[in-house]
Each structure stands twice: as structure tokens, then as C-alpha cells.
């Protein structure tokens, strides 16, 4: 390990102090900081997270995510282990994006060793509540998770075994008022398996890293529908509520023809099925 | 077209009706059959519907999914479409197993035609609402979509792109009170964000077969977790509800230590937090 130049030492209170961490059970009694201090002021922050051993899938989804939050400003955490943390870090860096991670040791000694750690150093955060000098201890690793998501304003899991340390991460989340997102996989697949779970349970079912955008408010939600094409169920419907039977009357058409087709207008976003079977236009948004 | 030897007339409330159509909205007037009718009374029933174009990765949960069904004595219902309708009813067959399929066109000219419509004649069952005679109709399509899940106890959907017939099944499902399944894939593949959007308005995540049957009641739901492993802090819950400090005094470890290995040992399911953070064993089941 090279040498850290400088570590902050901060208590609840102090300036610089993040404190939505007061906020959770349990808050850190003291952190110590060290690389780039100032990124730990700097907000949203989104956890990325995820098992040490992803897929090809998995990796791509990390760099895609990371990448795309890095982008636009966002800070991404994570908890500098091999595979999807450590994924999540380059991507960030990479794009020239502010990147944090806490760590299960002191900062002086982070785990894993290595080239990363010391580009953290450089060029993102390494935050620990952990004394200088501590190194890694097994119970350490579930414990600052906590902290992830405390950090953090969502937290994001990309793949994760059934049972696994991204779980926990999500499990205190929750326990903390965090939203959490999972990116689903295939079913075939065990590391898959933490997501689905996840998303049983009522995680966010994540596709697009813009939806992470959207939930922070950087990106407004995308229109509910593109402009409505033209088509008589639609001219009829214009400033109307109207039952199928209705619509068919009007149009000359049977029934069974006019409601399978509102049925696939209901499914591309154009009406709206109301209470007792009666269809209106959906409102155009803003 | 081959020839059909038989075909049944079937109005509400005859002999062989099934009355779980009398439930739905807009219930046929009449229904014909066509092959095997008693297939028509034999429940449970579950619907597997998807794609015309599934991915490698569709057609192998097409297979695996009605395969599983067939095997434990479920009647697999579809639309004899290409894609994942063909793939269920052919799983089907090839174990022996009943499936049906309801037409958009009349029982004497299935459609598509050929050697699987041939196939389900002699070893399946065909169902219209369409008279003999009727030849398919686009707007056909969406509007027997209600009679496959209106004959079906549960309806899965393998894959769906995100505005797609399929959706149009489990919206009919949703309406008539049947639970939809959904089986995730990755976020890359357009063909499987019809499921995640049917995911996130609530749909079951389907990632095994043997879920259905316990939905359907033939197996009994999975236990929550295996017996418990030797571990002081399950030793120490035994009988007993108590927070992490309670316990960390008892077994004089720190209370950060008790707390991380709470978490991983709810998210094993051996226990459960409870209100005010007081934890107790779970109850093995049975």
C-alpha cells in the first residue's frame, strides 16, 4: 500500500459530517476520509453493488450503470470488493465521475489491496469508520454495508447470489428509507437470483439506468404516450367516456372488434379503463 | 386441412360448459370443440403464452415451463400461435401431458395450419367461439385472449415484447381475477420487457416451474429454511426475543458483530426481526 497523504477525521456534527447519516440506526460514532474528501459533500449519491463473481451480464450492467449515473453527475458508491463494486468504481473513473468507497478496514488499509484502491486514493474516496490501522475482519464487511446505504441516496443491486452481502446492503437500505433497485437476469442463472428476490419483495425492477435518473429528479419521467396516431376509436373517444358497446354503436363496428382494439390502446398507453367499463383518452402529460 | 371428424357444440350451461366462463366479462355465446373435448373438463389449468419470435432463452422456458405442468397432470392452454404457443403445446404432447388451444378462426380451420394443428386434433383439443367455417380475423386474435385465460387457473407469460398479445392475455387475466406469471430475462433483450412490465404492474416473478404448482396447490409450499446450523446466536434466541445489544451482552461480543450476523442469518431465513428491532427464531414449518 502506498502512502496516504492526509486522513480526515470526522465526528457527528463536524463540518463535513454527511448527515443523513444521523439518520439511520445505528450511525457511525466516527469516519475516517481519505483521497478526494470533498466528494463526500457532493450529492445524489447512488449505491451500486453486487456479488464478487459476476457474469459477463452482470459486468456490463455494472459499467453500464456506473457509467451512465457517472455521467450525469451522480456519486457512485459502492464497497470496493472484486466484481461488481470494483466495476462500478472504473466505470465511474473511467468517465471522470466522482466515485466513494467505504470500506471493512482502515483507510490507510484498504481491501482489497492494490491498483484500484490507489487510484481511489487519487482520483475518488475511501471512507471508513474503522480506526487507521484496523485491518479487515470478516464481520466488518455486512456491518459498513450500513453505510452504503446511508450513504447513499437509492441503492442499486446487479447481481447477487440467493443469500448474499448485496442482499444485506439492500436489507438496511429498506431499514433506512433508501429505495431499492434490482436489474433482473436470466431465471437459468444463480446469480440472478439475490435480484428476483429482491424484486419479490418490492424491490424496484430496474431495466435502464435512466429510470435511476428519473426516481433522483435529474430526468423528467418519459411521456406516458407518443403523440396518438390517428384512429377513429380515438377521434370517438375525444373529450368522451364511453363503454365498448357504446363506441361499437357509434362506429358500426361489433363489439368484439372494438374492444380487443382498445385493449391494445389501453396496452400502448392511448385510454384508460375506468370503473364500470368505461374508456376515456389518456390525458397527453404536462 | 385434414379432415375433423367430430365437432361439439357447446352453449352455457350444457353438459361439458365450463363454468368458469360464466365468471367473465363478455362470456362466449357458444363455444366448439374440436379433438379430445373431455380435455375441456379436466382442471387444473394454466395458460403458457408468449412471443411469436422467442429468443433461445424463451423457447427453452416455453418448454421447461409446460413440460413441468404436462407432467403433474396440468392441462396446457394456448393459442397454437408460432413461437411460444407452438412451443408449450408441443411440450406438452411430447410428455403425454393435455393442452388446448383456443382458436381465432373456426375448430375446422386452425390456424396456422399444419402438422401441430393436425397433431392437437388427435392428441390435444381445440376451442373456438368462432363458428366451423370462420377463417382467422386479426382482431380475432386479441379477443380470444380472454377465453385463454378465462379457461385457465393461472396464466404465465415466457416472453413478450413490451406492447404485445401476450400482455393483452394477462391484462384479460388480471380482469378476471386469474393470477398472472412472469418469467424475467435480461434488460437487453427486448423480448423480455413485456415481462418486466408486467413484473412491475404486479405480476408473480416466475423463476421456476415448481412455483405454479404450489400457486395451484399439487405441492406444498417450499420450507423457509433448512434446520437451523449450530450457531450461539441461534442458541441463544432459542425460546427467546431480544434485541442485538441483549444478545451481544449474553455471548459478550460486540454488538456491531451481533448485528451483521443477524442480517445474514434473516436473509438465510433461520430468523426474523420483528418491531423494535427484537429478534426471534422462525418457526420451522409444519
Redesign the interface.
Known amino acids: 500500500m502506498g502512502v496516504v497523504h492526509a486522513i480526515l477525521h470526522l465526528t457527528p456534527g463536524a463540518p463535513g459530517w454527511p448527515a443523513e447519516l444521523d439518520d439511520i440506526?445505528?450511525p457511525p460514532e466516527e469516519l475516517w476520509i481519505a483521497g478526494r474528501a470533498e466528494l463526500l459533500g457532493r450529492r445524489p449519491r447512488v449505491a451500486v453493488v453486487g456479488t464478487r463473481s459476476p457474469t459477463p451480464?452482470g459486468e456490463?450492467?455494472a459499467a453500464r450503470v456506473a457509467t451512465c449515473l457517472a455521467a450525469h453527475g451522480v456519486v457512485v458508491v459502492s464497497g470496493l470488493a472484486r466484481g461488481v463494486d470494483e466495476l462500478a468504481h472504473r466505470a465511474a473513473l473511467e468517465g471522470g465521475g466522482a466515485t466513494l468507497a467505504v470500506l471493512g478496514s482502515g483507510v490507510d488499509r484498504p481491501w482489497p489491496e492494490g491498483e484500484l484502491a490507489q487510484r481511489m486514493l487519487r482520483e475518488g474516496c475511501l471512507v471508513s469508520e474503522f480506526r487507521p490501522g484496523q485491518g479487515p475482519r470478516r464481520?466488518?464487511?455486512?456491518?459498513r454495508n450500513r453505510l452504503i446505504a446511508g450513504l447513499s441516496d437509492l441503492v442499486v443491486v446487479v447481481e447477487a447470489a440467493y443469500?448474499?452481502g448485496s442482499?444485506?446492503t439492500a436489507?438496511?437500505a429498506v431499514d433506512q428509507g433508501r429505495d431499492v433497485f434490482a436489474?433482473?437476469?436470466?431465471?437459468?442463472h444463480p446469480m440472478?437470483?439475490g435480484c428476483?428476490r429482491l424484486?419479490?419483495e418490492g424491490a424496484?425492477?430496474?431495466?435502464?439506468p435512466g429510470e435511476l435518473l428519473v426516481a433522483l429528479g435529474l430526468e423528467p419521467a418519459p411521456a406516458a404516450s407518443e403523440a396518438a396516431p390517428a384512429d377513429p376509436l380515438l377521434a370517438a373517444l375525444r373529450g368522451e367516456t364511453c363503454t365498448a358497446d357504446e363506441l361499437a354503436a357509434r362506429l358500426a363496428l361489433p363489439?368484439?372488434?372494438v374492444?380487443?382494439?382498445l385493449?391494445?390502446l389501453?396496452?400502448?398507453g392511448h385510454v384508460v379503463r375506468g370503473p364500470g367499463?368505461l374508456y376515456r383518452l389518456r390525458r397527453a402529460p404536462g
Chains 1, 2 share one sequence.
Open positions: 440506526d445505528d451480464y456490463l450492467q464481520h466488518h464487511f455486512p456491518w443469500s448474499s442482499l444485506i436489507r438496511w436489474i433482473p437476469g436470466r431465471v437459468d440472478s437470483r428476483h424484486i419479490r424496484e425492477l430496474l431495466e435502464s363489439t368484439p372488434e374492444l380487443a382494439r385493449v391494445e389501453e396496452l400502448a367499463g
